[in-house]
């Protein structure tokens, strides 16, 4: 806030009146410091996470490959789809049912274990170690609702 001392061409004599415009030189500023800020600081604030995503375009194989299942059961009995394996023979029965005898390649594909809920804890992690020790590492676990 101001005051006018005189009036026009040095006139008016004695009469005191206020000057009531808002002084914004300060306001401007203060915005155009903190403009500078945010534009700075802007470029700082960006986080980038590395994404796997799937291609684009889908697999040009014309019917998809039926998944491998390993079934474990509560008497220790390894099952693949519906021929019985053992623990020593169970890498080779998996690369036979993922439809590759000679084994090249059949680690990269995904293999899906589930066991019947009484099954024992080291039977279990046997069948995981032994197919992680074998290379197979995408396995995926499934799980059925008890009701």
Same mark, same amino acid.
């Given at each position: 806030m101001g005051a006018k001392l005189s009036g026009p061409g040095g006139q008016g004599g004695k009469t005191i009146s206020q000057n009531s415009d808002i002084n914004v030189t300060p306001f401007v500023d203060i915005?155009? #410091?903190?403009?500078?800020?945010?534009? %700075?600081?802007?470029?700082?604030a960006t986080v980038s996470i590395k994404l796997d995503l799937p291609p684009a375009t889908p697999p040009t194989s014309d019917e998809p490959q039926e998944p491998v299942y390993i079934t474990i059961q509560e008497t220790g009995s390894i099952f693949i789809a519906d021929a019985q394996s053992s623990i020593e023979t169970l890498p080779?029965?998996?690369c036979a049912a993922l439809?590759?005898?000679?084994?090249?390649?059949?680690?990269?594909?995904? #293999?899906?274990?589930?066991?019947?809920?009484? %099954?024992?804890?080291?039977?279990?992690?046997? #069948?995981?170690?032994t197919l992680q020790e074998?290379?197979?590492?995408? %396995?995926?676990?499934?799980?059925e609702d008890i009701e």
């Amino acid at each position: 806030m101001g005051a006018k001392l005189s009036g026009p061409g040095g006139q008016g004599g004695k009469t005191i009146s206020q000057n009531s415009d808002i002084n914004v030189t300060p306001f401007v500023d203060i915005m155009l #410091v903190l403009l500078i800020i945010f534009m %700075v600081a802007a470029p700082l604030a960006t986080v980038s996470i590395k994404l796997d995503l799937p291609p684009a375009t889908p697999p040009t194989s014309d019917e998809p490959q039926e998944p491998v299942y390993i079934t474990i059961q509560e008497t220790g009995s390894i099952f693949i789809a519906d021929a019985q394996s053992s623990i020593e023979t169970l890498p080779a029965d998996v690369c036979a049912a993922l439809g590759n005898p000679t084994g090249r390649g059949c680690t990269e594909e995904r #293999v899906f274990v589930r066991a019947q809920p009484e %099954v024992k804890y080291n039977a279990f992690m046997e #069948v995981m170690n032994t197919l992680q020790e074998n290379g197979f590492l995408k %396995v995926g676990l499934l799980n059925e609702d008890i009701e």
